[in-house]
């Protein structure tokens, strides 16, 4: 049974480009949160996709964009990358009519130059 | 407005001694509490969950943790370090409503460091 798996592992970028990251769900959860751990911090929650829409957000800009697919997938995408996105990006799957409980994926690290 | 704070920010302790790692928490109501364990380059494992059942929760191993609600903790011990056991700890609290699955929130870390 895989958990959450992530794409790349690695990325890194220039100031004002795009970014895409990718997640897949454990098997069998149908909800996809992300999370932006900054170096020696905690994970600050992003967002959160069900049923192919974005049911909650943190406090991050609209320049954090998401999308979720019909297998459940789930994209992250970032526009006009600044240095201060440079960080960690967790995925965490769940199962929404089940415990609350979220799996974490090993994560994307991002370093914008 | 829920919130976890970790009482430590680093724990130093010998390999075989106890270890405990502090978070209290605030919330308005009954909360759902984690403890997540995050190794070096690596993602985050679950460790255990306080769900409002038992008070005293066993997790993956050796931790466990107890939910003190007049004290508004929920520290996390293991009886006997391992050397395997050195890894960042975060406290979590859900933030969950109208019926959402709502997000985690996350405490500030604690460093385990086990000396030999």
């Known amino acids: 049974d895989a958990g959450v798996t992530q794409s790349p592992t690695h990325l890194i970028k220039t100031r004002g480009q795009q970014v895409t990251l990718r997640c897949s769900p454990k098997s069998g959860h149908d909800t996809v949160s992300w999370y932006q751990q900054a170096l020696g911090q905690g994970p600050q929650f992003i967002f959160q996709y069900y049923e192919e829409e974005e049911r909650q957000r943190g406090n991050f800009p609209d320049r954090f964009s998401g999308h979720q697919f019909p297998n459940y997938s789930s994209e992250l995408n970032v526009n006009a990358l600044l240095l201060g996105d440079s960080a960690l990006y967790l995925c965490a799957s769940s199962l929404r009519a089940s415990e609350k409980t979220q799996y974490f994926g090993p994560g994307t690290r991002l370093l914008v130059l | 407005a829920q919130s976890v704070t970790q009482l430590d920010s680093h724990v130093s302790v010998s390999e075989g001694t106890p270890v405990l790692l502090r978070c209290n928490y605030s919330?308005?109501?009954?909360?759902?509490l984690f403890w997540y364990v995050q190794h070096p380059n690596k993602g985050l494992q679950l460790l255990l969950k306080?769900?409002?059942?038992?008070?005293l929760v066993k997790g993956i191993n050796g931790f466990e943790a107890e939910f003190k609600k007049s004290e508004t903790s929920f520290h996390l011990t293991k009886p006997s370090a391992h050397m395997s056991d050195a890894a960042e700890y975060f406290c979590?609290?859900?933030?969950?409503?109208?019926?959402?699955?709502?997000?985690?929130?996350f405490g500030k870390g604690t460093k385990l460091s086990v000396k030999p």
């Open positions: 919330s308005s109501y009954s909360p759902s």
């Open positions: 979590v609290v859900i933030l969950a409503y109208g019926g959402s699955q709502g997000n985690l929130i």
């Open positions: 306080y769900t409002s059942a038992a008070t």
